[in-house]
């Protein structure tokens, strides 16, 4: 099957060699063709080019994307897309004047999904979450990283990895995942957070592996929920099973997760609403990617991540929804672009690159999503007719996109 797309008017971030990722200064550059088209053949990118010299005559099927623009999917690093049911109502409370924080400590937030999940079959979380993730990729999501952590047993916490397992298959679709047993302690374990460690070392972490359900590891590194001690008891025993980290640090304050993770090779250290300058330095010279979550910020109403503080000190810097029911309850990465460029002062460029490219890099695929680039999955966002690719952010809660393909086909 080969599909040909003519008259593209903009073709965004088109790289001619694989790179892993962009830093710094170079985010502001996003490299473009004018009046381009993209010839795809199965499920891969077979050539890219402009219009002047097309050598492709035939296709089994052409678009014509005249005023339209073309750009690689959005990849998703961080997401916790499968749970059950949701918390509208601890929304309504927080409305109402209590905090996230408040919520959490009367067994509300992490808890309360839990509770839920624990409730929920297997087929019926899987239902819930199909669901969730055909919207996404409807809006223009072609690769995601889902983790666990609203299971808290060991049997849930396996249940949430194999509906993502089952996912994957399901939609023959690019997901990573991440077990994130550490992202609370159950109420069981209450006062005795060493024992819930000792269980998700000893006995969550080896069944994740044993059934390959995981190929990060994630710790809410936080007061209130897990410490330095913790990150790094966990960090140091996924090693012996190659989970990579990929940490969630800094949310609400900062206290040497950024630098733990680095010492531990995470691929990417996420949140980072509260950054110091201890951090920033701990990044540089790293591979971590620092992920920025901007609808998380807007919907608890936190700080933004510093990003320009980041690119300034020639850091990459990626962006993710972080789609789950307590904190951001939207996998829609067009609002997420949208907001990092009108509340961190991204640049279109800038948020983009950190949307597709970097957001590739920080779930390891990068070898294959992230850019136009030939060899590459065909996964692609074919806009509206719209003015330039500034319109994309510019028109906040619209998603200007007209068709999204994946592996080479019209979703
Ligand atoms: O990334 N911060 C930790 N975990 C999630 C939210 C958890 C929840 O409230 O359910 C997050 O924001
Ligand atoms: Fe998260």
């Not at 409305?95 to 624990?118: H, P």
């Not at 940490?247 to 993770?261: D, K, P, T, Y």
């Not at 690119?311 to 904190?327: C, F, K």
Request: with cysteine; aromatic share 8%.
């Amino acid at each position: 099957m080969t599909t040909l797309l003519i008259n593209i008017k903009e073709v965004l971030q088109v790289r001619g060699t694989a790179i892993a990722n962009v830093a710094g200064e170079a985010m502001k550059t996003l490299p473009i063709l004018q009046n381009g088209y993209i010839y795809i053949v199965d499920d891969v990118i077979s050539d890219v080019g402009i219009m002047a010299n097309i050598e492709i005559a035939s296709a089994d099927k052409i678009i014509d994307c005249t005023g339209k623009i073309v750009l690689p999917t959005w990849c998703d690093s961080h997401t916790h897309l499968v749970y059950a049911g949701n918390r509208a109502q601890e929304f309504v409370d927080r409305i109402n004047g209590l905090s996230y924080e408040e919520i959490a400590n009367r067994g509300g937030g992490i808890l309360n999904s839990a509770k839920k999940l624990q409730e929920t079959s297997e087929d019926e979380l899987f239902v819930q979450s199909a669901k969730r993730l055909e919207e996404v990729m409807r809006m223009g999501t072609g690769a995601i990283e889902i983790k666990s952590g609203y299971g808290l047993t060991t049997e849930a916490e396996l249940k949430m990895l194999r509906v993502a397992k089952r996912l994957k298959e399901t939609y023959n679709f690019a997901i990573k995942t991440t077990f994130l047993g550490a992202h609370a302690v159950p109420a069981n374990y209450k006062g005795n957070q060493d024992g819930y460690m000792d269980l998700v070392i000893n006995e969550m972490l080896p069944k994740v592996a044993a059934e390959n359900l995981a190929e990060y590891v994630d710790i809410f590194c936080e007061k209130g929920y897990f410490t330095l001690k913790d990150t790094e008891r966990l960090l140091k025993a996924a090693q012996h099973y190659n989970l990579i980290p990929k940490i969630h640090v800094n949310q609400f304050n900062a206290f040497g997760g950024v630098a733990l993770g680095v010492k531990y090779n995470a691929l990417s250290v996420d949140h980072l609403e509260e950054l110091n300058d201890a951090d920033i330095e701990a990044l540089q010279g790293s591979n971590t990617m620092p992920v920025a979550l901007p609808s998380c910020s807007y919907f608890l109403s936190i700080p933004y991540t510093p990003a320009r503080k980041l690119m300034d000190a020639g850091l990459p810097v990626a962006l993710a929804t972080d789609y789950n029911p307590g904190s951001t309850p939207s996998g829609n990465m067009n609002f997420v672009v949208s907001t990092a460029c009108i509340k961190m002062k991204m640049t279109p460029e800038e948020a983009i690159n950190a949307a597709t490219i970097n957001g590739a890099y920080a779930m390891g695929l990068s070898e294959t999503h992230g850019s136009i680039t030939v060899g590459k999955a065909a996964n692609l966002i074919i806009t509206k007719e719209i003015e330039s690719y500034n319109v994309l952010p510019y028109a906040f809660g619209d998603t200007n996109i007209e068709q999204v393909l994946i592996n080479g086909k019209v979703i």
